[in-house]
């Protein structure tokens, strides 16, 4: 992880963390990276933003650095992050930049760069950006006269992203009752649209972004009052997107949970079905539930591991050839369609997969049971986070339990790349075993690293 580049691009509080100054620089410096690439015209860069009240400002900042660089802008607006990496490559830009802070609070912002390609940079490539920032002996360029970037608007470029995840559907959607949850983020704009042009019936819930009730209560984090609304109607089941739309989770009509994890397994399945299932395989990584693997084992799948980012599961999936990736926490990359991973698509799949089946989305997703999973949170900062690897202590906690469970349970402990905290995450068929480990661990890390009283069990 670099000191601005985490794991999903970077991210911090808008206009501290992630200052005006920041944002104009790293524009600065994709426009000096690009222009090596480019000759005899200037770089197209788009740039989209999610709902929250930092968007506009810190549009406004990228835009400056690259026009006093000398690129030119495009404004797509509110939109989500898939549809802004479908529209790169669709407005044949030469790079995007997507202001979002995904599923945090409304304070936070960030910064995610695609590719011309549509894929999100890899980490050379941040790096190289990174370098450019961070090294003051090389002067940004700073063009004048006729040189200057310009900067436009295109807001109805949001259509054909509608379009192409409407033309993913075999048929149509009609006779399915379906609630969404908006999360007050990106698919406010999108969702209605989307699903009600395929023939379901759709309920919008938390579709009326203020700019700061973005994630509040409401989308993939807080699924309680989707699942208590879904249960209150007659609904076959219901979706919850995060801030930007790129992933999502789902209940049954009984209010049951569906993550990741079980939308992996049960997409597999009707992928294999239609012989889409490339190389037999589903790429997920170190975070998915034991259930997932034991899923793959009686259904005679591959499980490929990644390490934790939607980015290294990408990364797998293109350079193996293989169809379907994700993460438990809702995102989703079916490559077939497009090159990240994307919450409304995701919830097409699986809504197509019900209707073709005749079966309702518990049926489907019971393919796959989950084990008992317990994650605790400590809160950590930069020095911490580094001392975890070395800290003997730890380790020997961890090995002492990881010996107790054998082959009936798993233990994690990780480095959050978005957020400051160190996670620990143990699994198995004993909550109450495994609540204790959890527990047990996130205490040595707090005795041993440093101590925090605000920590809290996800």
Sequence with gaps: MGRIFGTDGARGVANTELSCELGMDIGRALDMVLAQRIVG?????????????????????????????????????????????????????????????????????????????????????????????????????VQWGGRVGRVERDEAAIDAYVDHLASTVEGDLSGIRVALDCANGSASVTAGKLFRRLGAEVTLLHDEPDGININDRCGSTHLEALADFVKSGDYACGFAFDGDADRCLAVTSEGELVDGDRIIALLSLAMREKGKLAGNTAVVTVMSNLGFHRFCEREGIHAEVTKVGDRYVLENMVKNGYSIGGEQSGHVILREYMTTGDGQLTALQVLAAVKRSGKTLRELADVMQVLPQVMVNVRADAQMKSQL????????????????????????????????????????????????????????????????ESDSGL
């Excluded at 479908?86 to 202001?99: C, E, F, S, W």
């Excluded at 143990?426 to 101590?451: N, P, Q, S, Y």
Aim: with cysteine; hydrophobic share 40%; glycine share 10%.
């Design 389 to 452: 690897e070395l800290d003997e202590g730890v380790a020997r906690r961890v090995e002492r339990w990881r010996q107790r469970f054998g082959a009936a349970g798993r233990i994690l402990v990780r480095v959050s790349g978005t957020e400051p905290l160190i996670r620990v995450m143990v699994e198995g068929e004993d909550k109450a075993e495994i609540t204790a480990a959890a527990e047990e661990i996130a205490t040595t890390i707090r005795e041993r690293l440093g101590h925090d």
């Design 41 to 141: 015209r200037r770089p197209r860069v788009l740039i989209g933003r999610d709902t929250r009240i930092s968007g506009d400002m810190l549009e406004s900042a990228v835009a400056a650095g690259l026009c006093s660089a000398g690129a030119d802008s495009v404004l797509v607006g509110v939109v989500p992050t898939p549809a802004l990496a479908y529209l790169v490559t669709h407005l044949r830009a030469d790079a995007g930049i997507m202001l979002s802070a995904s599923h945090n609070s409304y304070e936070y912002n960030g910064l995610k760069i695609f590719g011309a390609n549509g894929f999100k940079l890899s980490d050379d490539e941040e790096f190289e950006i990174e370098e450019i920032v961070l090294d003051r002996t090389v002067p940004f360029p």
